[in-house]
Structure formats: C-alpha cells, structure tokens
C-alpha cells in the first residue's frame, strides 16, 4: 500500500487496485516475488526458540496441503483450525488455502459446545486441533455428522513453560478418523500446484455472536486478508517492511490477530512472534517485547491496562501498538507516552463481517483518546437514522453530533464479507443498497472523528471479546437447576464490561453459592474462558415481554439503578 503522507489525499487518492488471481498462500509467502524468500524469518517462536523462514512455511504447509489431498480434502470443503500460537496454527491455513478449502478459525478457548455448533454448522470435513482441546473437541465431535478426520497436533509448551495438555476428566476419542500431525505430513512432498483463486474466491468462514439467535458464520473471500493487510499498514502508522518484528498476545483465531497481524505482517515480508499463553500475563509480555526487539504490537485496551501495573523495560524496539474492542482511555496513552518512551497507540475500529474501517493513525492526524479514528482509505463511513424504512438503499447521513448506526460502504465489496453461511435473511438485513449496516451506534463530531456509543442490540464486549448472551443462556439453562436466565454486560473497571447472569431457579433448586459454581463452570468448560458469567443473580421471575421473551434492556436498567 503507498505510504500516502496526508489523510486527506491517502482518502482521495487511494484504490483497492486488486489483482485478478490471488491466492494468499502464494502471495504471503512468496513475498510478492516467484521463489520464497529462503532465510527471511516469517515466525519466531518463543516458546521453543525455534525460527522458521518464509521457505520453511511453505514447504510445511505443502507437505500438510498434500497429506490433506490424499484424504481427499478439496476446493470448497471446510476445515476447522483450534490451536493456540504456534507454527502449525498458520500452516493449516495456508495448506487448505493451497488445496482451495476454506478455513474455519476457532479459538481454543471453546467448549464443547460451542465447538460442535461452528463445526457442524460449517459442515466441517476435517479439523486440525491442538491437546488442549482434545476433550473439548471429543464431546463436541458427537454432534459433528460431517467430520471425517482430525489431525492432532503434537504437545509443545506455552511460553513460560506452561504445557499444552488436554485435562484428564473427559472423553478423549474423537468421533472420526485421528492422525498425528508428524505422522500425517511424514513423506510428503513439499511442494504443490497452488489453487488458481481471485480475490473473491471463498477463504475462510469466521464465526460473530449474535444476541437474537446462534452464532452466524461469516463468509469471506481471500480478498479479506488484502483488506486487513492495508488497515494493518495504516494503524501501524505505515510501519510494515521487512524489518518488522510483530507480536500479538490475542489468539490467531480473531480477524485481527490472524489477519492483521499476523498475515497483515506476512502481507509486507515481516517477522511474527508467536508467544502462546494460557492467560495474559503483563510481565511475559514485556519479556517478549524486549527479547525479540518486537517493534509493532497489537494488544488490547484490558491487556494495557495489565501492563500499566508492571515494570517496562528500558530501550524496547517497540515503535506503535494498535488497539480496539474497547476504547483506548487517555490514560493509557498517557502511560504508553512516558513508561514506553512515546509509543503511538492507535485504536481501530471493524468488525467480523465488515473488516477494519475506521482508525486512529496519529501520523496523519491527532489521535482522540477514546474515538474510534477516522475513516480509513477504501471506505465510507455515514452515521445514519438506526430504525432506516425498508427499502432505503442509500441512506443519508445524520448531522454531526447525533447518536445513530454505523454503516460502511468499501469501495471494493470484495474485501467485507460475502455473506452470512447459509442465513440469506441475515444477509440481507445487513445490507442496503452498496451500505452495510454494522448494529453499532456511534456519532461522528465535526472534525470527523467517530465515538462509539453501543451495541444496537445485546452483544456484550468483554475485555475486547464480543459474546451473544443467548448463546451463555442456553447453556445455563441446560442445567436442571435453571428454569429461566438472562444475560447481560455490567460495567466493570478493568474489562469494560463482565457477564452477569439472572437465573430463576427451578422450584426444587438451592439458589446458593453451590448452584453458582455449578452454573459457571457449566459455561466455562461449554463455551469459552471467556463467557462465564462472573456474577450470578438469582432471581424469583425474569422480566418478559408479552411473547414471553426477556427483557434483558430492563435487567440493563435494573443494574444501573
């Protein structure tokens, strides 16, 4: 992307350009050129010190691509990715994106059913797991008709020693054919005819909560991970080259972290680290930055906050951290100014669906400690009426200062999504027109920035993660202690926003501390680390609505005195 020296003329001049065929396992690794680079390294690993260059990338995942052939995996079949940061976690990408299938990123911090609802819902042929979630994916492979296969993945530590180990208390037999990783791409050749895609070509289906229903699966094409590349170049304040060393504590199952960090960085030749870590720890992070001289981080609002409690080391490399899911508070620019010797913190704003549209990029203009930036180049973003009449296909926008929906038109629709998988009612509500209609509410102020209000709906955003409550409803009420339950989002200092959920116990139930432990880790252990409820009220009756649906705004209001 060119290094455009004003936003105003990176906003005009700027286009998409996009090329006719794109593959990115190609283009990534091949560092734009006909041969991968042989020494340049792509990953570092700080867990086993090990390195591995754009040449050891991709021979890896030819010989994975051509292991996954001989089983028969495919143009358009879909592959589950649950592993933590680690080398083979982007090989598996790269070698489905070799055969032309489609990639299904899942985080390991998933339960069992939350994984067996994204990988039955995508129609999962295969999956590529790592041991920590083998009993996770155990229980879930069950409700999974379509998994054929599951490669497992070797046993390798977390940075800071921790092992990567499945627990010892559930099911370990995956209800499908298991191989061994070394086992499975042993004798395999390196090399492999490479899919002749385009940018529109399907790469990946990403999965977003919703509060009214299931998680919907985000399709997207390959020119996706074009378009986080660019917003990577731009939040990191044009920094991405060769020289760049990058790290993320964030999982590479998020857009963010695998498409703008660590592809974004593959995009323009540099270096990821891969730290995997059970939980964030401020002073493990520290001691990545400063042993592998990282000079572009990505880390959320809560993880800084984290940092700002621990010691920096003196004279780190590090050159900007990019941010989102939260707002970026003046305090943390504060202390990212004097306890990081001037480090830019740029916060950004996108979505699953949408890509990252909006951002800080403080060489071009004042950062607004708490906004979400500006428009990037290749979008248009309006604030219009939140409640648009059916029909409206080009929505005008609100006056400046009024609370309305955000809703983005990109200038190539190639690099947003595709559609929702299989829910073409879903897609539909999402578009007017060339606008796409995000269901956040912000406005926009009369130098342009954009301020985030809320959700349009009930998602709650917890520590960066966004967590439909009617998923953690469900499974509290697979409990027979729980009759009814709704969740909300209630403040909190340091995540932004906890899980809190009301439970009318059933009439035989114990409404005491036991039965809250029971319910947490129910959601815990069945969903993510991530969406258990931290507070749990019990409750005689839930408010509802005439159709007998609850009314989680009055719980809202209820908690906000």
């Excluded at 959920?501 to 059933?506: D, H, K, L, S, T």
């Excluded at 947490?520 to 409750?539: D, G, H, M, Q, S």
């Amino acid at each position: 992307m060119p290094n455009y020296d004003r936003y105003e003329r990176a906003r005009r001049a700027f286009s998409w350009d996009l090329p006719e065929r794109y593959n990115p396992a190609r283009y990534c690794l091949h560092a734009r050129g006909d041969s991968p680079p042989a020494d340049r390294p792509a990953l570092l690993d700080a867990a086993t010190g090990e390195r591995y260059s754009y040449r050891d990338v991709d021979e890896a995942s030819g010989r994975l691509a051509n292991a996954l052939a001989a089983r028969g995996i495919g143009v358009g079949d879909r592959v589950g990715v649950v592993a933590p940061q680690r080398p083979e976690t982007p090989v598996a990408h790269l070698a489905c994106w070799k055969l032309g299938a489609i990639t299904v990123p899942l985080t390991t911090l998933f339960g069992q059913d939350a994984l067996a609802y994204r990988l039955d819902d995508a129609g999962a042929r295969a999956v590529v797991f790592a041991p920590a979630v083998r009993e996770a994916l155990a229980a879930a492979s069950t409700d999974c008709p379509d998994l054929e296969l599951a490669v497992a993945l070797e046993g390798r530590p977390y940075y800071h020693g921790q092992p990567d180990v499945a627990g010892e208390d559930g099911p370990d037999t995956v209800d499908c054919a298991v191989v061994g990783y070394d086992d499975f791409v042993a004798d395999r050749p390196p090399s492999v005819d490479v899919h002749d895609a385009t940018p529109a070509t399907d790469s990946a289906i990403m999965y977003t909560s919703g509060s009214t229903g299931p998680a919907k699966g985000v399709r997207h094409g390959h020119a996706l991970w074009i378009g986080r590349a660019a917003a990577a170049f731009n939040f990191f304040e044009g920094a991405l080259d060769t020289d760049t060393v990058a790290w993320t504590p964030a999982d590479w199952a998020w857009g963010s972290a695998l498409g703008g960090l660590l592809l974004g960085t593959w995009h323009h030749g540099g270096t990821v680290v891969a730290a995997p870590m059970r939980g964030f720890d401020a002073e493990a992070a520290f001691a990545v930055l400063e042993a592998f001289d990282v000079t572009e981080a990505l880390v959320p609002p809560t993880a800084l906050r984290m940092m700002m409690t621990a010691d920096a080391p003196d004279d780190l490399a590090l050159q900007c951290i990019a941010s989102a899911g939260e707002p970026v508070t003046p305090e943390i620019l504060e202390w990212a100014d004097e306890a990081l010797d001037g480090v830019s913190v740029n916060e950004y704003y996108g979505q699953t669906e949408l890509n990252l549209v909006a951002a800080n990029a403080s060489r071009w203009f004042e950062t607004q400690p708490g906004s979400m930036g500006k428009p990037l180049p290749g979008y248009d973003v309006r604030i219009v009426d939140p409640e648009l009449p059916e029909g409206v296909t080009d929505p005008a926008p609100l006056p400046d200062g009024e609370v309305g929906e955000i809703a983005v038109r990109p200038d190539d629709d190639r690099v947003v999504f595709t559609e929702f998988w299989n829910r073409p009612e879903a897609t539909a509500a999402k578009t007017r027109g060339e606008w796409y209609l995000t269901g956040d509410l912000a406005r926009r102020d009369d130098e342009g920035y954009l301020w985030f209000e809320s959700r349009k709906d009930d998602v709650i955003i917890t520590a960066g993660y966004r967590v439909g409550p009617r998923e953690v409803e469900e499974t509290l009420l697979g409990h027979p202690a729980a009759e009814q339950a709704g969740v909300v989002g209630v403040p909190d200092e340091t995540r932004g926003e906890v899980i809190k959920a009301f439970v009318e116990p059933a009439d035989a139930a114990e409404p005491d501390d036991g039965l809250r432990a029971e319910l947490r880790e129910r959601a815990r252990t069945r969903l993510a680390a991530y969406e258990y409820p931290r507070e749990i009220e019990f409750v005689e009756e839930l408010p509802k609505t005439s159709t007998g649906k609850i009314r989680r705004v009055e719980l809202r209001e209820r908690e906000q005195g």
